[in-house]
């Protein structure tokens, strides 16, 4: 079993920057890839930023991209994402989740941490 705890969500205005953690705890040593997600009220929720474990390759959804950095420390079990420019439409509640292997989907998610960017 894996246990993902999230943090640093929080109110920013527009133009501001957050970093959010998510620290893996439990049965990590067979990580495959950590990401975020996100959903906003009354949307779908939606891949925002992916990195392996082993590599460190990385994936951006457009609408982040040049903006948002993952990046994780693989002693500490930890992922980041840090977010800068950010807009009021990145507002929603974010969520990390480990993922066991390739095409496999994310087998643990976080329990979310809601940001919200004021306009």
């Known amino acids: 079993q894996v246990q993902l705890v999230e943090s640093g969500g929080g109110l920013v205005q527009t133009g501001g920057s957050l970093r959010l953690s998510c620290a893996a705890h439990?049965?990590?040593?067979?990580?495959?890839?950590m990401g975020w997600f996100r959903q906003a009220p009354g949307k779908e929720r939606e891949r925002v930023a992916v990195?392996?474990?082993?590599?460190?390759?990385?994936y951006y959804d457009e609408s982040v991209k040049g903006r948002f950095t993952i990046s994780r420390d693989n002693a500490k079990n930890t992922v980041y994402l840090q977010m800068n420019s950010l807009k009021p439409e990145d507002t929603a509640v974010y969520y990390c989740?480990?993922?066991?292997?390739?095409?496999?989907?994310?087998?643990?998610w976080g329990q979310g941490t809601q940001v919200t960017v004021s306009s």
């Open positions: 989740a480990l993922s066991l292997g390739y095409a496999r989907g994310y087998d643990y």
């Open positions: 990195i392996t474990w082993n590599i460190g390759s990385t």
């Open positions: 439990g049965r990590t040593f067979s990580t495959y890839a």
